[in-house]
Each structure stands twice: as C-alpha cells, then as structure tokens.
C-alpha cells in the first residue's frame, strides 16, 4: 500500500501581525542585534539603509523638531516678558494720570509708542450718574445711531477682534476710518456706565477673530478701573 503523502502549506504572516509580535517583544533586537544593520529599509529620497541608519535619521528629524519647538516656545517668553514689561509701564503711567484728560491722552501714546497700535479710539455712553467727561466727543447719548453698530458687543460684555465695518470705523476713527483694517473693540464697565475702547491697525491680520484676548481684556480693565477711580474721587 502507497502512503498518501501531504504537504502542508506554510501560515500566511500579516504585516500586522509582525508588528504586534514586534511591539509585544522590545527585546527581540536585543536578541538578534544582527538584523538591525541586515534589515533594509527605502528612505524618502530614494536608495536604502540598514534599520540602524533609518532609527538615527528618525532620531534625528525628532530633535529637530524638538529643537524648533523649543526655539518657539523662548520666543513666545521672550515676548511675553518684554509685553510684561510694557503693561507694567502703563499701568504705571494711568496711576499717575490725575484726571480723565491724563487718561485718554496716556493711551494715546503708550498704545501707540509701546504697543505699535495705529489708531486709538474710546467712547462713553451718557447714564445717570456717569463719568463726568470734558472730552464731548468721547461721549455718545443714550439714544445715538452709532450705539447700535456696537450694540452686541456691549450687551455681551465680550471683546470682538477682526476687520471692521465701515461704519464701525468711521464712528470710531472719524476721517481716519478707510486707514483701519483691522481692530479689536474691548467692552468696560465705569460702574454702570457703559464703554468701549477701540484699537486699530493697518494690518489686516493684527486684530483676528481667533487671537488671544488675554491682553487687551487686562487692558479694558486697567482702563476702566481708573476711570472708576478718578469718578470716586470726583464726587468725594
């Protein structure tokens, strides 16, 4: 009688399944350390190089880019310290303004000189028992048109940045109103009385809806509490 003679097929071996076993067992370079210069693999730019040269130029393309995000990050630092810097500066200047006068014309200036703002702008809305203003012009009425270009901004208590309308700019920036393309408006409080400070840029993307607020939010505060301050004072 013939024996009947099978031949059994070798398993199929996914690629998956070769990088399972391999993550499941960190020592298997370790055991055969041969294969790591025997092992090729094709680089990005054509040719190919043992696993070992692959790994270093994996390595390094990692701490390049560890190196350009720390890079980034002392840079962000950088800033952030010199902008401390300059708020420290302001803050110190609108302590000294002795009245409202002293305030609008310190952020005039420091805006413009420390900051790089283009334009400045500020506007009060008339109440009862609001900030006594000699500037007229700061001051809109209760009922005035422009109030309603501003209207969600000030209900929302909630700073707005971005490309302005034109009538935006032109209640704000008066006849320097098609120079701004960009600004940030920051609501304050005065009490109960209603506020806006308004900066403006030449640059397009200096103000954007997705930029950090945090600043000019400590800016809108800053402002508003010395005005506050100066009010107290002028009743007492």
């Known amino acids: 009688m013939t ?7 070798p398993l ?11 993550l499941a067992s960190p020592d298997f370079f370790n055991e055969y350390p041969e294969l790591l210069e025997e092992i090729q693999v094709k680089e990005q730019r054509g040719g190919v190089v043992s696993l070992t040269m692959r790994q270093l130029a994996l390595l390094r393309d ?3 880019k560890s190196h350009k995000q720390l890079e980034g990050l002392l840079a962000i630092a950088r800033e952030n310290d010199a902008l401390f810097g300059r708020m420290q500066q302001l803050t110190t200047a609108l302590i000294d303004a002795c009245c409202v006068e002293d305030v609008f ?6 805006l413009r000189e420390c900051f790089g703002a283009d334009f400045f702008a500020i506007r ?9 203003c000699p500037v007229s012009d700061v001051v ?3 009922d005035a048109a422009e109030l309603e270009n501003f209207k969600s901004i ?4 909630k700073i707005k940045c971005g490309r302005p309308t034109h009538v935006q700019a032109e209640a704000l920036f ?3 109103a098609a120079e701004v393309l960009s600004a940030a408006f920051i609501p304050i409080k005065i009490g109960q009385q209603d506020g806006l400070l308004a900066i403006g840029s030449k640059d397009a993307d200096r103000f954007h809806p997705t930029m950090g607020t945090l600043f000019i939010s400590h800016l809108g505060e800053l402002v508003a509490r010395r005005l506050a301050s100066l009010q107290q004072s002028n009743k007492g």
């Open 3 to 9: 024996g009947q003679q099978t031949s059994q097929q």
């Open 12 to 22: 199929a071996i996914t690629a998956e399944q070769v990088r399972d076993f391999l």
């Open 62 to 64: 990692k701490n390049e």
């Open 105 to 110: 014309a310190t952020l005039d200036d420091m």
């Open 124 to 132: 009060l809305v008339e109440s009862d028992g609001a900030l006594d």
């Open 140 to 142: 809109w009425a209760k």
């Open 154 to 157: 000030l209900d929302s208590q």
């Open 174 to 176: 008066n006849e320097q």
